[in-house]
């Protein structure tokens, strides 16, 4: 069978193999995902209907085949918690309007339990971090702005979010902005910088010379446009951080006023562009926050190392904390109370979530089109070439599928499963015969697969009838599989109701000292897979404005022979 392998040491292979090349059989059973279980996305157990549908939608990647092969002093300010910054040699290249992975929004911390930095703090913190603890200057500029660019992206999508004006102080805050917009341009939106008391040291020229080479606009602040509403759609806010005193002077004040005026177009219900404020929003007291009431009223506030205490009077709907390298001394010294990062997080959201209408959630979705004369011939040559770019685009568990069965009553039930192979004859999966799932497969041979990939905008939906696979073919996958998860398919009596979480564990703890010896494990004769023979297939990939590209492939007889035919279904 075409072999799924471990997630982790294929990416790579998969990310640079051609399509041509890739073997005729393909066999997922040894995709393990340690969150979920020892074993891949597609040896999780759980048994499909009879009539299958399987449906994928790959992430924010570009397929392999539309790849190439290429592959100062500061005395006085908050450094952002480092960041781990991405590969820029990965070959896989985002294309759609959406971003394949969250972060910081995974994690919304309440902002009671998190501690807020004085002035004095922070600047200690500072002066610690560059001192004795060896962080550079522009080491933590880089990691703050990246922790803005992130911050941004996790919220304002490139696709409805894309012009992007970062109005850059003389100072530390104002590099933030620099290296933000930077990031902000690998990340796919249309920076300009304002930065008219540009600081005449080497790292800021240098941080000018980067800009400069990716062909961002600069403009002065005589050329900005009258009407920020009109150009642009984010206004990045570097002019000032927690180190600032006294009042804001030329050309600064003006540019602080034409933010706060932009408040009047939310009032006259007119498109307004969000603004975001790096650590402090410019003209803030670090303490006291917006003490006249009429300074600037962010969209979005990132807190750098840790909240200021302006940010207490913070109203706006985002707050993110960006960073995550403050070492445990400095938090001991300060008795600091950060929240924990999810995953690889470079952001994380604090504070209260925004009220969200259901109904305007949407996506605007941005993908190559999916034309008739492009795709394999055979839907099962299709399917592997876009499991191969889900794979390549590193998401999470690609052979997750959802399984949709119906029993004797009619009524449809569906769980996500884990897919273990795929072959000429068909999608492989493994689960306890005894389940729900099992018993309706045995009322009703019909059923339905859906994988959904969700960065690359795409959905492959299959169905078909379902049969159990040979003994000796499950006989062969349960011994390949982790101990661990061996054991606990003889434990889970899949389905039924179990007085509490306690006895499983002990009825694995018993089973586990049994075979201590590591004498092998015998399948329980109530496990087995599953497959399911397609007899339908349809592809989707989202578009813009809901013009999806739906390609739908069904079964015909040409000469006595079975082939498939292709047409396009309206979105």
Not at 337 to 361: E, F, H, N, Q
Not at 370 to 392: M, N, S, T
Not at 523 to 544: I, N, S, T
Request: proline residues 8%; glycine residues 8%; contains cysteine.
């Amino acid at each position: 069978m075409w072999n799924l392998a471990r997630k982790s040491r294929i990416m790579t292979c998969l990310s640079t193999a051609h399509h041509s090349s890739l073997p005729p059989i393909f066999n997922a059973s040894n995709l393990r995902n340690p969150s979920r279980s020892p074993r891949s996305p597609l040896s999780k157990l759980s048994p499909f209907s009879p009539y299958l549908s399987l449906s994928l939608s790959p992430s924010l990647v570009l397929p392999s085949y539309l790849t190439t092969n290429s592959t100062a002093n500061k005395s006085t300010r908050l450094s952002a918690q480092g960041f781990l910054l991405p590969s820029s040699s990965l070959a896989i290249r985002s294309f759609c309007s959406k971003g394949s992975g969250r972060m910081g929004d995974r994690v919304i911390q309440n902002p009671d339990s998190i501690s807020y930095l004085g002035q004095r703090e922070a600047a200690e913190i500072d002066e610690l971090l560059m001192g004795p603890l060896g962080f550079s200057v522009d080491q933590l500029m880089e990691l703050a702005g990246f922790s803005v660019a992130t911050s941004i992206a996790e919220v304002y999508k490139a696709g409805e979010y894309n012009r992007v004006l970062a109005i850059c102080g003389p100072g530390n805050n104002g590099g933030d902005g620099l290296v933000a917009a930077r990031h902000l341009h690998h990340f796919g939106y249309k920076p300009v910088v304002c930065y008219p008391k540009r600081t005449p040291k080497p790292l800021y020229s240098g941080l000018v010379t980067q800009i400069e080479s990716l062909s961002i606009p600069f403009l002065s602040v005589e050329d900005l446009p009258s009407d920020l509403s009109k150009d642009f759609d984010i206004l990045v806010d570097a002019m000032f951080g927690f180190s600032f005193h006294g009042t804001p002077r030329p050309p600064f004040d003006d540019l602080i006023q034409r933010l706060v005026s932009l408040r009047h177009y939310d009032q006259a219900h007119q498109k307004s562009p969000v603004i975001v404020s790096v650590d402090i929003p410019s003209g803030w007291h670090v303490e006291e926050g917006d003490m006249g009431g009429e300074g600037i009223k962010p969209d979005m506030l990132v807190s750098l190392t840790a909240p200021k205490l302006c940010a207490k009077k913070f109203c706006g709907p985002h707050h993110f904390l960006g960073g995550r390298f403050v070492p445990p001394s400095i938090v001991d010294k300060y008795n600091l109370r950060l929240p924990p990062y999810p995953g690889t997080a470079m952001c994380v959201r604090i504070g209260k979530p925004p009220k969200i209408d259901i109904s305007a959630l949407r996506e605007n979705y941005i993908s190559p089109e999916l034309l008739e004369e492009r795709v394999e011939a055979d839907p099962i040559h299709q399917f592997r070439k876009w499991f191969d770019d889900a794979v390549a685009a590193g998401l999470k568990e690609p052979n997750a599928m959802a399984l949709s069965t119906v029993g004797k009553q009619g009524k449809p039930s569906s769980r996500m499963v884990l897919l273990k192979g795929i072959d000429k004859d068909g999608f492989v999966w493994y689960t306890n015969y005894e389940s729900r799932k099992a018993r309706e497969l045995s009322d009703n041979s019909h059923a339905s697969l859906l994988f959904y990939w969700e960065g690359l905008n795409r959905q492959v939906r299959v169905e078909g009838s379902v049969q159990k696979v040979s003994d000796e073919e499950s006989e062969q996958y349960f011994h390949s599989r982790p101990r661990g998860s061996q054991l606990g398919a003889i434990v889970s009596k899949q389905s039924t109701v179990v007085p509490g979480r306690h006895v499983l564990h002990q009825q694995y703890k018993e089973l586990e000292e049994k075979f201590s010896d590591g004498s092998m494990i015998p399948k329980p004769k109530h496990w087995g897979g599953y497959r399911l023979q397609p007899e339908l297939f349809e592809f989707w990939q989202g578009q813009q404005s809901r013009l999806h590209d739906r390609l739908l492939y069904s079964p015909r007889e040409v000469d006595g022979q079975r082939v498939w035919n292709i047409e396009r279904l309206a979105p």
